[in-house]
């Protein structure tokens, strides 16, 4: 069924419950073209064909600890994706709000929906270069299954690699991305596995030791840098996602930033500085800036859901595989 041909809302999953997943749940709770339909997290799922309760779906996460708890539309699960795709409810599209620990866990997800038969479209907000090239050779058994993946739709990689691609257009050769991110959260809890995966990318750590860190080592790191990450050089997707949509080779973009862990204010205004050559032969510098209000929750979501929507759009006229925020534009969702 075409549900944008219908003006049906478009049913929306949210796998992942953790500070993007109950933010993406907040943000749906206002949008009239979609629905949150089901959520899950690592102890349970939720699901209801009327739409679930933002409210209700968060407080019982936060007080049980999965939305498993939720009644009477929740079921405890230890293998709750596998087991949420296996009721067979439908659902046009799933938000991947999970950690990528390790660093193929979002490509095995994927590969549960392939096995499953489920058909629909699927976002990530996944972060590394490698998990992106993961899920790019996935690209025939995607199409095969009638899944349209949408990947690297975050902030970045996502809203500022999608803004770099547009600034490209003024110029005859790129030279340089520049993408520099500030994020200000007001404690690490909230966003386990976006610290994690960000201590992954410190000197001396690696994905797995970020991965193996308990709580209390986690805490101990960020009191030694009184709660702020400095990242530099970081093995971001935005290169291969430019690389991939040919806008220049990935050598030309880096990605570096700086989060705080104990401070809502963002420590720098999160930009991508786009260099290149026009026609002309004049050497010029674009800069994309977002507002310094902007949550890092806002920049992650609303981008992860205008891919969606657009997905949806791609899907409904047979057009399955993956594609990154580098190649599509994402659909402003009301
Ligand atoms: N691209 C971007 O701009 C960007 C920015 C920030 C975060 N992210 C990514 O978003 C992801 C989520 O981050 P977060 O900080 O919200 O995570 P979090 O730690 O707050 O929450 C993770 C959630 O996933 C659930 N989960 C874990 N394993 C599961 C499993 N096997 N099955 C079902 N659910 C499971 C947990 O129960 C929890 O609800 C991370 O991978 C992070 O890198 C991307």
Not at 209 to 219: G, H, I, L, P, S
Not at 281 to 287: A, L, Q, R
Request: net charge negative; aromatic share 8%; proline share 4%.
């Amino acid at each position: 069924m075409n549900t944008q041909l219908t003006n049906l809302p478009i049913r929306v999953g949210v796998l992942g419950f953790g500070g993007l997943g109950q933010a993406a749940a907040k943000l749906l709770s206002s949008k009239g073209e979609m629905i949150l339909v089901a959520a899950g997290d690592q102890k349970g799922y939720a699901y209801s064909t009327e739409g679930l309760n933002t409210q209700q779906c968060i407080q019982t996460y936060q007080s049980q600890g999965s939305v498993g708890y939720l009644e009477p539309f929740g079921t405890l699960s230890n293998s709750s994706i596998q087991d949420l795709i296996a009721t067979g409810q439908p659902v046009d599209g799933y938000f991947l709000a999970l950690p990528n620990l390790p660093n193929d866990f979002i490509p095995s997800v994927a590969q549960e929906f392939i096995k499953s038969g489920w058909r629909g479209v699927l976002v990530d907000a996944i972060k590394r270069t490698s998990a992106v090239e993961q899920l790019l050779s996935m690209k025939a058994e995607l199409q095969a299954a009638g899944i349209t993946y949408m990947s690297g739709c975050g902030a970045t990689p996502g809203l500022l690699t999608a803004a770099a691609a547009l600034a490209a257009q003024s110029y005859a050769e790129i030279h340089k991305v520049e993408i520099t991110f500030g994020v200000g959260i007001a404690n690490w809890e909230a966003y386990r596995a976006t610290v994690r995966e960000d201590i992954g990318h410190m000197p001396g750590y690696t994905v797995e030791k970020a991965r193996a860190m308990t709580d209390a080592q986690v805490e101990a790191l960020l009191d030694k840098t009184n709660g702020v990450l400095t990242l530099e050089n970081m093995e971001h997707a935005d290169d291969v996602m430019l690389e991939f949509a040919g806008i220049c080779s990935r050598d030309r973009v880096t990605v570096g930033g700086i989060v705080d862990t104990r401070n809502p204010k963002k420590p720098l205004s999160t930009n991508v500085k786009v260099t290149g050559r026009t026609f002309e032969g004049k050497i010029s510098t674009h800069t994309f800036t977002l507002g310094d209000e902007t949550s890092m929750a806002a920049n992650v979501c609303g981008p992860a859901f205008g891919y969606l929507k657009a997905g949806k759009q791609l899907h409904d006229r047979g057009i399955y595989g993956i594609f990154t925020a580098a190649e599509i534009m994402p659909q402003f969702v009301k």
